[in-house]
């Protein structure tokens, strides 16, 4: 679905971002749902190849023989499926990670906001798809680098005159390419300065 689409049926500007901004949503949560499956599968695949080959080997062994190796089979397939949902669950909490950090904590540079944060002090909590400790984070990074969030608002700086001026924010391109239309519209001037610059 295109905003060109909609702007066919004469439907007012607002209406046509909440209606890409839940288009968004449901197709980041189909892939993210599919990225989840694909994991899934490639594991499960891993795991029957490997089953096969060792059905294989008991071919010509003595019971003893069957019995260590079943043995071993039985700890080997414990450890990979114990792998496979610790990859799983890596795979959801990624996407959860970024999804709150730009939904809710309205972050533009999710690679800088990623970096400044202490994994060892947030946990995720898969059942309610939330995080505990996420917040005490975030919020004193807003104060000491306020420009890696969109509703961040710069000091106003005084001019010479003794006047109160609006500093105009400074964008990265990276972070122009994460804005959505409402985003650039509302910085046009400051994006304009940085892609005449070039960075």
Request: aromatic share 6%; no cysteine.
């Amino acid at each position: 679905m295109k905003r060109e689409d909609l702007k066919g049926f004469e439907l007012p500007d607002d209406v046509i971002d909440k209606i890409m901004e839940l288009h968004g949503k449901s197709v980041n949560k189909t892939k993210n749902d599919l990225t989840t499956l694909q994991a899934e599968n490639d594991t499960i695949k891993s795991q029957l190849a490997e089953a096969n080959v060792q059905i294989e080997s008991f071919k010509g062994m003595n019971i003893e023989q069957i019995k260590a190796s079943a043995d071993e089979w039985k700890t080997k397939a414990e450890t990979a499926q114990a792998e496979s949902t610790a990859a799983i669950l890596k795979i959801k909490q990624d996407h959860a990670l970024e999804r709150e950090l730009k939904d809710v904590f309205k972050v533009s540079d999710l690679v800088a906001v990623k970096a400044h944060l202490k994994g060892d002090g947030i946990k995720y909590n898969e059942k309610e798809d939330s995080f505990v400790g996420l917040k005490e984070q975030i919020e004193p990074l807003k104060e000491s680098h306020g420009a890696y969030f969109t509703d961040h608002t710069p000091p106003p700086v005084i001019t010479a005159g003794g006047q109160s001026q609006q500093q105009r924010p400074v964008f990265t391109i990276d972070q122009i390419k994460q804005m959505n239309h409402k985003e650039i519209n509302a910085n046009w001037s400051a994006i304009q300065e940085t892609l005449s610059k070039g960075k």
